[in-house]
């Protein structure tokens, strides 16, 4: 049971928030409280937009810092555990088990990730920031990202974020470390830090190039880093074998072979009308244990 708590003051993200929300699987109880941070935000229209999924709340709290917002997200939620989601960044279905799973087992009051998929949308380049910092405890010389920060609630009130608008999360964590509550890291497997080609639209508006050059790893080009995020790579590094055979068709025409193929938002084959949808099993080769993934190659998105 998680409270999912974003805050945003950016409308053009609306979407991407209610997204992320709905992508998080295999959940027992969910709930998302939305913090409309500035005036400017058209409240009606996330109401609206709230009343389409279950279990969402949506606050106008403007002229407040982003720490006090956070502070109030987590008077508002009703489930023993908080995650602290960005409205920007992209959060795969496994994103919140993972950090539950590590939550309960590690024994800690706070889990997220040092190490994180980075992507560079003006490049269309991925990179790994502060690699080989993954599943581990506090590191001094590290901060979780802010974007990935699950918690206990019984932590709040003894431990709050500061009312201030840059370094609310370090902060947190600072606090946390002082009064000896445990953190953990996770891998770096199921989110994605966005780096929008404006970097001034960030909060941490650093430019691109510096980041590279001190904090990241570089991965390559790709427009699918949704696949690298969930563990899968590149094509050459997945292994496919059909599902189910197809049956031949009568028309010597639609018995020719062709490869498959990747486009841009979906894992799609040359199929003709008729023949009916395959699947693939698609073996995770990270982690420790290799899963099989059963994947339709007609509807799955990247």
């Known amino acids: ?19 992320n929300y709905a992508s998080q699987k295999n959940i027992y109880k969910k709930e ?23 279990n969402v709340s949506v606050y106008m709290v403007p002229d407040k810092t982003l720490g006090e917002c956070l502070n109030f997200g987590i008077q508002k939620a009703k489930y023993p555990i908080v995650a602290k989601m960005d409205d920007d960044d992209y959060y795969a279905p496994l994103y919140l088990p993972q950090a539950i799973h590590a939550l309960i087992t590690k024994d800690v009051s706070l889990v997220g990730k040092y190490s994180r998929f980075t992507y560079f949308e003006g490049k ?22 802010g974007g990935t920060l699950v918690f206990k609630k019984d932590l709040f009130p003894r431990v709050r974020f500061p009312a201030t608008n840059n370094g609310e999360d370090v902060l947190f964590q600072v606090e946390c470390a002082r009064k000896g509550h445990k953190i953990y890291s996770t891998d770096r497997h199921y989110y994605v830090y966005i780096r929008r080609a404006n970097h001034q639209s960030h909060t941490w508006s650093v430019k691109d190039e510096d980041l ?24 050459s590094f997945i292994s496919c074998t059909p599902f189910h055979s197809i049956q031949p068709q009568k028309s010597p025409r639609r018995l020719i072979k062709r490869p498959l193929t990747f486009r841009r938002n979906r894992l799609a084959a040359h199929l003709t009308p008729r023949q009916s949808q395959p699947w693939l099993n698609i073996r995770r080769l990270t982690g420790d244990r290799p899963q099989t993934l059963r994947i339709s190659l007609m509807s799955t998105r990247v």
Request: charge should be positive.
């Open 32 to 54: 998302l409280i939305i913090i409309l941070n500035s005036k400017k935000l058209n409240y009606r229209k996330w109401a609206q937009k709230a009343k389409k999924y279950p």
């Open 124 to 145: 269309k380049l991925l990179a790994v920031m502060t690699p080989h910092r993954e599943n581990k405890f506090h590191d001094p010389e590290s901060c979780l990202a």
């Open 1 to 19: 049971m998680v409270s999912i708590i974003t805050c945003t003051v950016r409308q053009n993200f609306m979407d991407n928030v209610f997204r």
């Open 212 to 235: 590279l050059k001190t904090y990241c790893e570089i991965i390559g080009r790709t427009l699918y880093y949704k696949w690298y995020a969930q563990g899968i790579y590149e094509h």
